[in-house]
């Protein structure tokens, strides 16, 4: 019997180095991952380390030849066995058929384990991964909270490993963007508050959703606190002017109520606050108090999505105690981790209401739903 051992990068490979080498008539006797010797392989990925047997034919017993001449009556009978003197026809018969039915269950067998092996392979990830196992390698690149992790550990565990495949893992993620990112807002409100860190993209994202407004048939007005950075005032009113919508430009709180007012036949009021530091609470206090001065209004946080974990668990407890309805998360097209999108779900009871893809006004602004959700979240996946 010939066996061998194949160092392979997966289960493919090994069975095209086996049928060139030992032919189609080979099985597979087992199949492990191990590590390559040595301390420069310490880091490298395991390989699939695969045994594989051929039952070589029995040859004829050799004799040698008799010298010529007559062959000593002695030397006739010790070649020949006793037991196949005494062999009957029928139990020739026999032993032939039964070797017939062992040559048979071998081939079975053979194909039994081939078929075996290709629907492992098939349920596995890249190199021979578990499914599981490629799905918690792809999260913790993602920069996740703990809990999360936890949480998608504990839902392997209860599907196991074998049942534990895209489909599953796709509805895991839905319901956890119902329960924790889709769950429902109060009403509707005429007047949207935009508030948020610098630099997060909230008078972009204004503009793109009066584009939509506008586009929708509604009388749509702007107020600007953004009085502080430069060039704010004339970008939203630069906006205001394309699509034909007033501006209303406030420096305080007292004058709030004022712009409001003039805009009172305006089927959706959206006002863009200054951006501020979110670890200075004087300056969200004093965002606060000016949109006090709004008694019925839907506030919406705008967050990054390039923004890191402990950054955005401050920003969304310390923007909590301003206070808002919904999230906006911005700049979803410049980053290639979109653990943000699972983080927003654990450290707020809030919804993710939009997220943008770019700066291209009106189009790069998505209403949120759990299908475009999932597409982000398990992007990239090797399945």
Known sequence: MTIRRYLVKDMKEARAR?????????????????????????????????????????????????????????????????????QQPQQLLQQGSREEHLEKEIRELKKMMDRLMEEKEGSEGS??????????????????????????????????????????????????????????EKAEQRVWVFIGPTGVGKTTTIAKLAAREVLKGRKTGLITLDTFRIGAVGQLRTYADILHIPLEVISSRQDMSGAADRLQNCDRILVDSAGSNSRRMDQLLEIQACLDEIKEKQTILAVSATTRR????MILENYGNVGYDSIILTK???????????NIG??????????????????????VSGENLLDYVLKGMEV
């Open 332 to 342: 979803l097209d410049e980053t290639q981790c979109y653990g943000s999108i699972l």
């Open 127 to 184: 190199e021979g991964r578990s499914f599981p196992v490629c799905l918690m390698q792809h999260l913790k690149t993602m920069d996740l909270d703990d809990s999360v992790l936890r949480e998608v550990t504990a839902f392997c565990s209860q599907v196991g490993n074998a049942g534990m495949d895209l489909r599953k893992a796709r509805q895991f993620f839905s319901d956890f963007f119902h329960r924790s990112i889709l769950t429902e």
């Open 310 to 313: 402990s950054d955005l668990k």
């Open 18 to 86: 086996i049928r060139y080498e030992l032919g189609s008539d080979a099985i597979i006797v087992s199949s492990r991952k191990v590590r390559p010797k040595g301390w420069k392989n310490l880091f490298r990925k395991k390989r699939l380390e695969v045994t594989a047997a051929l039952d070589s034919p029995r040859s004829a017993p050799s004799f040698p030849n008799p010298p010529a001449g007559k062959i000593p009556e002695g030397t006739v009978r010790s070649s020949v066995r006793p037991e196949a003197q005494r």
């Open 346 to 367: 654990c450290y707020s009871d809030k919804p993710i209401r939009y997220f943008t893809v770019g700066q291209a006004v009106p189009e790069d602004i998505r209403q």
